[in-house]
Nanobody, 125 residues
Framework: VQLVESGGGSVEAGGSLRLSCEVS????????IGWFRQYPGKEREGVAT???????TYADSVKARFTISRDDAGNTLYLQMNTLKPEDTAMYYC?????????????????????WGQGTQVTVS
């Protein structure tokens, strides 16, 4: 499976962006997909994930502001980001893998994921 992100850019605080992740190739080996972000010099941190059963998990810092979703065919993953804050400025990555179950998907741990996109930059000023 290959992942390609798009939709990043620069926005003023309070604004919105929608990130997209195009999924190509065979996704049969994945049951969890999500978004992570990385600040310069920091580890990647989980933002939101969605498990094959549709269950979603969000980091506390983005709850009520961000929404993860995917199209019915499972070919595109989205992250709708509203009420953006300067601290949301980061490189955002799409990631996917087969994990041990919904609990693993929901723990938002980057080391659980082996397939990554190239990232898209989000800057909030």
């Amino acid at each position: 499976v290959q992942l390609v992100e798009s939709g990043g850019g620069s926005v003023e605080a309070g604004g919105s962006l929608r990130l997209s992740c195009e999924v190509s190739g065979s996704a049969d080996g994945t049951n969890c997909i999500g978004w992570f972000r990385q600040y310069p010099g920091k580890e990647r941190e989980g933002v939101a994930t969605i498990y094959n059963d549709g269950s979603k998990t969000y980091a506390d810092s983005v709850k009520a502001r961000f929404t993860i979703s995917r199209d019915d065919a499972g070919n595109t993953l989205y992250l709708q980001m509203n009420t953006l804050k300067p601290e949301d400025t980061a490189m955002y990555y799409c990631a996917a893998d087969w994990v041990g179950g919904s609990w693993y998907c929901g723990r938002l741990k980057s080391t659980d994921f082996g397939v990554w996109g190239q990232g898209t930059q989000v800057t909030v000023s």
